[in-house]
């Protein structure tokens, strides 16, 4: 009887049962998808509609994310307690005042979106230290981050003038890089296709 080497085996079925994980994880996807179409859900990934939500400013005025229709958004979900939030911050507000500070910068906005449960006592500091203007919201019961299926924090999700996420980014970013600057201002000016930010 002839012993069957398990290596030689795993190379002849290792391709084979990678494709078919392959197609089931992408046949799940499309399941999920059909789904929550059908359900009226939006799913919050690239290329789908961002889902609309309501949220409270420091000051106590609430917006919808679908008043901001017609700008690039960077929704960028976050908690003062996080320390690559705390990194992440100063980048963000640097993009954001290098964008708000020329003509296309009445079609950007950022809308930073806190999950602390303390909400006001927390961010207020948070806010004076790093020097913030874009505006923070509240979402000290997890709504906006239970319908944008956050997994932590940061999580940011880039969306077009259509409402239309264009990236999702996990963990914390250096907004102001030049080639990032650069890619928000083409999708600004841009209707169409942009390249992927990198």
Not at 33 to 54: N, Q, S, T
Not at 102 to 116: K, M, Q, R, Y
């Amino acid at each position: 009887m002839n012993a069957v080497n398990p290596e030689a085996r795993w190379k002849r079925r290792g391709p084979i049962l990678a494709l078919a994980i392959a197609l089931a994880l992408g046949a799940g996807m499309l399941i999920v998808g059909k789904l929550a179409a059908r359900r009226g859900d939006v799913l919050p990934l690239p290329g789908h509609l961002a889902p609309d939500f309501k949220a409270t400013r420091i000051g106590g005025e609430t917006m919808r994310l679908s008043d901001l229709r017609g700008k690039v958004v960077v929704l960028n979900i976050w908690a003062t307690w996080c320390k690559p939030c705390e990194e992440e911050a100063p980048s963000l507000e640097r993009l954001y005042r290098r964008i708000k500070e020329t003509p296309l910068g009445p079609d950007f906005e950022v809308l930073a979106v806190s999950i602390d449960a303390r909400s006001r006592d927390a961010v207020l500091p948070f806010e004076k230290k790093f020097a913030l203007t874009f505006p923070i919201f509240f979402d000290p019961d997890g709504r906006v981050s239970r319908v944008y299926q956050t997994t932590g924090v940061p999580e940011t999700f880039v969306i077009d003038r259509e409402g239309v996420i264009r990236e999702k980014v996990v963990g914390p970013r250096e907004w102001d890089r030049p080639e990032m600057v650069q890619w928000f201002r083409d999708v600004i000016q841009k209707a169409g296709p942009v390249e992927k930010a990198s």
